[in-house]
Structures are given as structure tokens and as C-alpha cells.
């Protein structure tokens, strides 16, 4: 719920991709370069590269730049159509170290990549590894981690070291020749990097790139280190859509109001039906991109920057405040200025038809919640709100899919300021990326059929299992709940073994009230876990 209350008040901060001191690397080195971002007054931009009326009744794009940068902007877009953007030669991150346990291996799939990560003791590094055994290809993620700290395979014991060298291999005769020296024993190694506390991965194992992270590293995101400033929670979860659609829809605030209607106040405060034009009240937007090239993009809302870095990371104003703004007076927005919400969105491609979101929400009042609540708390509005568009944003994938995702531009109208965030996305993603995600030989691009919505919106196992947090909770309320159930059937058989000279009919009968009141806490309880952290449907005809 917090994240998406969001104020568009951002506070300068920076991305600069300098390794910060205090940060938790495996090779510690900082790189070369550096940029930032700073909060500025709002100004026409000399370099308003697009307008999101990009097409009349005839289809032909329409060119609505001033007179003089009509023919720099031309020559722009020609240099920049020569460069292509490497899917292979980025940093993708896995996962918030919060949410890896040191004491198992855990399986991840990342660019159609299996992943194994586990933590090496010996070498007290966070190692990523192919996900397979070099003997006949079994899941190492299934496997352990042995008493001498080496990964072993759950299917014939064979152990690994950190640098993918098999260290033993159970079959093989100690008295014969070293079997388990062979290169062919030997598990791929990924270079890994960890910043902002989060575990990021090079996906190519070629020894070129074993020390990539000396001349780039991924973007360092200063918020998410700073600790006194703001309280933050995280969520980490699996969705079901694609990469592209997960940060389009992030980087669309209008959709906000209707398809989260209902969950959600708009910054705390509810519109007045006075000012709507609806009854969700959408309101024109004025966002404008400033500047756009391989490495993603800037935009323009007011005072406000969105920044899109590719190809995972996304911050900027949800959109939310933009509402407010249409009918808030000067007085009520500056007393608004120093209470700040903001978010932080890291998009990972996982599969066709699969992505995984780590989003971090940030404030500075009301810390005192984040304090007192536990993180799920925070994480079943969050996903409520997540399962509030994800059916459709589903089912809008596989009608583009249909069209092909180069026609982007010819089957969506996208007339107004307010999807310029969404169309300066596409424009990157077709002038650089090839229109959607290279996952080379690995996939076809086909996407699966459409499952129940009761598989399509699961969360326990795109979630629940995965979140520390979440994952204590789920088993300590399933315990709760055997408890009340046991309170309730011991206190029936008590009030009726009980002998009129022992008990009271007082007693009887508050012990019989005992158990009902149980038996009926047990049951709201039991529906709670399971629309909490199982499956909660939302049928937006209603809401």
C-alpha cells in the first residue's frame, strides 16, 4: 500500500555508479565514471525529443518539435539508430541479499539463465553458477551445502568448489588417477557483484569478462543505502508477464486510479468528487521527455525527473501527486512538500512471459510504522495491488504478441501527454533492444497459454516462499491457527467430561463460548492466510 502512495515531492538524489565505500562487493573496485541527477525547477526542455500524439488519422508519424531542432533532432536519431543495445553485456541483479539464505542454494532464472547461488564460506563470497552438474545435468539448486562449505549435488554427491572445480566425486576409485580434475567436471562461474545489498550477475562465463566489474559495475543507487534519511521496505516477487509490460505499467501513472481503485487513497488523500471527472478522477497529465539514448531515458513531470536506466532500473513520481495537484491549494501542497514517498523499481527479464520485481519504497514520516510493523505487513498490500492488473496486463501481452511487438506504435493510440513515459519505453526499447528481449537460442518467443487465474495469481510460490518475512508469518499463523483449533476441541471435551460437582454450569457454558469463539477465529484465519499469501482475487466490475 505504501509504495504506491506516492507523493511526487522527490527529493534529489543521485545514481551514480561509483562503488560507494560502504559497499559489500566481491571485487572491490571502483569504476571510472560517474553521473548524477539533480532535483530542478521545471523548464521547457530544448531537447523534447517526442510528443505522445505520434500518429494522425494516416498512421505517418507526426514531428511536433520547434522549427530549429527539427533538423538536430534528425540527425540525433540517425547516429543513435546505428548503436544496438547488448542484452549480454549488462548487469542483471538476482536478488536483495535480505532474501538469500547462506545456509542453502537457492535456484534462479534470470535472461533464460539457470542460475545456482550459494554462499561460499571458504571464500566468503556470494558465487553464481550454471544451474546444472556437470555428471548428468541434475539442479544444483536442489542440492546442499556440505560440512567442508562445498555446493553438493542432491543426485550422486558430486561436491564443487566456488570457483566450479569439482572437488569429489563419491564413484570415482581414490587409488586411480583424479577423475574429478577433468575440465569436464567443471561448473560454469558467472561473475557476481553485490551492491546496494542486492546480488547482481554478468551473464557470460567467458574469462574475458572475470574482472567486468573494474571497468563497469551496476548503477549505484545512493537512497537505497542511506539508512537515516528514510525508512524503506522491500518486495521482491515473480510475475507472470513480461519484462517489457512490467515496466511500461510502472512507468504509467495514469492507470493508477482505475485499475487500482479501491486499495488505494491517492497521497493519503481521497479526491473530492467535486473536482473528477470521473469517478476515479483522471486528470491530464504534462509529461515530456528530455533526453533519450542507448542507456535509457529522462522524462519531465513538473518538478520531477523519471529516469529509466537500462535495462532493469526505472525511479520517478508514480503519477499520484499529478491528481492532487488539480485541486490542492499552494497552502495544502507546501505543507505536503517535506512528507515524501518515492520508489525505487528494478525490472528483471526472467523468461517470455515472466519477470521478477524488486521494488523499494521509501519515506520520511510516519517512520515509526516500519518500525512497528514486520516488512509482510507492508507486503500484502503490495501485492494486492500487483493482483489488481495483473490479469489484464496478461492477457494485454499475448494480444501484442499477436500483432508482433514491432508494431507497438501502429496498434496502441497513444494520444496524450500522460503515456510519454510508456512511449519514450517502446521508443528505447525498438530504436536500441530489437523491439522486445534477445533470448537468443534459448526461447522462440512464444508465450504459454493462459492458466486459471487462480495459478496466474498465486502468490506463495512467486512470493511468500521466497520472502523471509512473509515465509516466517505464513508458518507461524498456520501454527496459530492449530492452536485455536486445539483450544476449541479440548475446551468441548472438557465442558462435556466435566461432572456437575466439579464445574459450574457458569464454567460450562464459558467454556463452551471459549470454543466457539476459537473455532471461529480459527476459521477467519484460515481464510485470511490463504487470501494473503495464497490467492486473492479482485474483480475490478465491482470495485
Known amino acids: 500500500m505504501e509504495a504506491l502512495?506516492?507523493?511526487?515531492?522527490?527529493?534529489?538524489f543521485h545514481f551514480n555508479l561509483k562503488t560507494p565505500r560502504f559497499s559489500r562487493i566481491i571485487c572491490e573496485k571502483k569504476p571510472n565514471f560517474s553521473f548524477s541527477l539533480n532535483h530542478q525547477q521545471p523548464h521547457k526542455s530544448r531537447f523534447d525529443l517526442f510528443t505522445t500524439n505520434i500518429f494522425n488519422s494516416t498512421n505517418e508519424p507526426q514531428q511536433l518539435l520547434p522549427n530549429d531542432e527539427?533538423?538536430?533532432?534528425?540527425?540525433?536519431?540517425?547516429?543513435?539508430?546505428?548503436?544496438?543495445?547488448?542484452?549480454?553485456?549488462?548487469?542483471?541483479?538476482?536478488?536483495?541479499?535480505?532474501?538469500?539464505?547462506?545456509?542453502?542454494?537457492?535456484?534462479?532464472?534470470?535472461?533464460?539463465?539457470d542460475l545456482v547461488v550459494w554462499w561460499d564460506k571458504n571464500l566468503e563470497e556470494w558465487r553464481v553458477m550454471d544451474d546444472a552438474c556437470s555428471h548428468r545435468l541434475a539442479p544444483l539448486s536442489q542440492g546442499r551445502i556440505d560440512q567442508w562449505g562445498r555446493l553438493q549435488c542432491v543426485y550422486h554427491g558430486w561436491c564443487f568448489g566456488g570457483f566450479g572445480d569439482c572437488k569429489f566425486i563419491p564413484q570415482a576409485p581414490r587409488d586411480k588417477p583424479h577423475v574429478h580434475t577433468s575440465k569436464r567436471a567443471c561448473i560454469a562461474v558467472y561473475p557476481s557483484f553485490v551492491q546496494n545489498d542486492i546480488l547482481w550477475f554478468w551473464p557470460n562465463?567467458?574469462?574475458?569478462?572475470?574482472?567486468?566489474?573494474?571497468?563497469?559495475?551496476?548503477?549505484?543507487?545512493?537512497?537505497?543505502?542511506?539508512?537515516?534519511?528514510?525508512?524503506?521496505?522491500?518486495?521482491?516477487?515473480?510475475?507472470?508477464?513480461?519484462?517489457?509490460?512490467?515496466?511500461?505499467?510502472?512507468?504509467?501513472?495514469?492507470?493508477?486510479?482505475?485499475?487500482?481503485?479501491?486499495?488505494?487513497?491517492?497521497?493519503?488523500?481521497?479526491?473530492?468528487?467535486?473536482?473528477?471527472g470521473d469517478r476515479e478522477g483522471g486528470k491530464p497529465l504534462d509529461i515530456s521527455l528530455a533526453k533519450l539514448d542507448i542507456n535509457g531515458f529522462v522524462a519531465k513531470q513538473g518538478?520531477?525527473?523519471?529516469?529509466?536506466?537500462?535495462?532493469?532500473?526505472?525511479?520517478?513520481?508514480?503519477?499520484?501527486?499529478?491528481?492532487?495537484?488539480?485541486?490542492?491549494?499552494?497552502?495544502?501542497?507546501?505543507?505536503?512538500?517535506?512528507?515524501?514517498?518515492?520508489?525505487?523499481?528494478?525490472?528483471v527479464p526472467v523468461s517470455p512471459g515472466n519477470c521478477r520485481l524488486m521494488m523499494t519504497s521509501f519515506r520520511n514520516f510516519a517512520v515509526w510504522e516500519y518500525?512497528?510493523?514486520?516488512?509482510?505487513?507492508?507486503?500484502?498490500?503490495?501485492?494486492?495491488?500487483?493482483?489488481?492488473?495483473?490479469?489484464?496486463?496478461?492477457?494485454?501481452?499475448?494480444?501484442?504478441?499477436?500483432?508482433?511487438?514491432?508494431?507497438?506504435?501502429?496498434?496502441?493510440?497513444?494520444?496524450?501527454?500522460a503515456d510519454a513515459l510508456v512511449?519514450?519505453?517502446?521508443?528505447?526499447?525498438?530504436?536500441?533492444?530489437?523491439?522486445?528481449?534477445?533470448?537468443?537460442?534459448?526461447?522462440?518467443?512464444?508465450?504459454?497459454?493462459?492458466?486459471?487465474?487462480?495459478?496466474?495469481?498465486?502468490?506463495?510460490?512467486?512470493?511468500?516462499?521466497?520472502?523471509?518475512?512473509?515465509?516466517?508469518?505464513?508458518?507461524?499463523?498456520?501454527?496459530?491457527?492449530?492452536?485455536?483449533?486445539?483450544?476449541?476441541v479440548a475446551s468441548i471435551g472438557i465442558a462435556?467430561?466435566?461432572?456437575?460437582?466439579?464445574?459450574?454450569?457458569?464454567?460450562?457454558?464459558?467454556?463452551?463460548?471459549?470454543?466457539?469463539?476459537?473455532?471461529?477465529?480459527?476459521?477467519?484465519?484460515?481464510?485470511?492466510?490463504?487470501?494473503?499469501?495464497h490467492f486473492h482475487d479482485y474483480d475490478h466490475a465491482f470495485c
Open 205 to 276: 562465463t567467458d574469462p574475458l569478462y572475470k574482472d567486468i566489474h573494474l571497468s563497469k559495475t551496476p548503477p549505484y543507487i545512493t537512497l537505497l543505502d542511506d539508512l537515516t534519511s528514510y525508512a524503506k521496505t522491500t518486495l521482491v516477487r515473480d510475475i507472470p508477464y513480461g519484462y517489457e509490460f512490467l515496466i511500461e505499467n510502472l512507468m504509467d501513472p495514469s492507470h493508477v486510479n482505475y485499475a487500482h481503485h479501491g486499495i488505494m487513497k491517492i497521497g493519503e488523500i481521497e479526491v473530492p468528487n467535486s473536482v473528477k
Open 423 to 488: 512511449v519514450g519505453f517502446r521508443r528505447w526499447l525498438t530504436r536500441y533492444g530489437g523491439a522486445q528481449v534477445d533470448w537468443g537460442t534459448k526461447f522462440t518467443g512464444d508465450l504459454q497459454p493462459t492458466p486459471a487465474r487462480e495459478q496466474l495469481l498465486d502468490r506463495y510460490w512467486t512470493h511468500t516462499i521466497n520472502c523471509s518475512s512473509c515465509s516466517r508469518a505464513y508458518k507461524s499463523l498456520n501454527v496459530l491457527e492449530i492452536i485455536m483449533q486445539i483450544i476449541s
Open 70 to 113: 527539427q533538423e538536430i533532432s534528425t540527425k540525433n536519431e540517425k547516429n543513435q539508430e546505428k548503436e544496438k543495445f547488448d542484452w549480454y553485456a549488462q548487469w542483471y541483479p538476482i536478488m536483495p541479499l535480505s532474501e538469500l539464505d547462506k545456509r542453502r542454494p537457492h535456484g534462479k532464472k534470470v535472461m533464460g539463465i
Open 5 to 12: 502512495k506516492i507523493s511526487t515531492c522527490f527529493p534529489p
Open 303 to 347: 518538478h520531477d525527473e523519471h529516469k529509466f536506466i537500462a535495462p532493469c532500473v526505472y525511479y520517478g513520481p508514480f503519477g499520484v501527486q499529478s491528481y492532487l495537484d488539480n485541486y490542492e491549494s499552494k497552502e495544502e501542497s507546501s505543507s505536503n512538500d517535506t512528507n515524501r514517498i518515492f520508489l525505487v523499481f528494478i525490472c
Open 496 to 533: 462435556a467430561a466435566a461432572k456437575e460437582s466439579v464445574m459450574s454450569i457458569a464454567a460450562r457454558y464459558s467454556l463452551v463460548f471459549l470454543a466457539l469463539l476459537c473455532f471461529m477465529a480459527s476459521r477467519w484465519l484460515s481464510k485470511f492466510i490463504y487470501k494473503s499469501f
Open 371 to 417: 518500525k512497528l510493523f514486520p516488512p509482510w505487513k507492508f507486503h500484502l498490500d503490495n501485492n494486492l495491488i500487483i493482483d489488481s492488473d495483473l490479469y489484464l496486463l496478461h492477457l494485454q501481452e499475448h494480444k501484442l504478441r499477436e500483432k508482433g511487438p514491432q508494431n507497438w506504435q501502429k496498434v496502441c493510440y497513444v494520444p496524450t501527454k
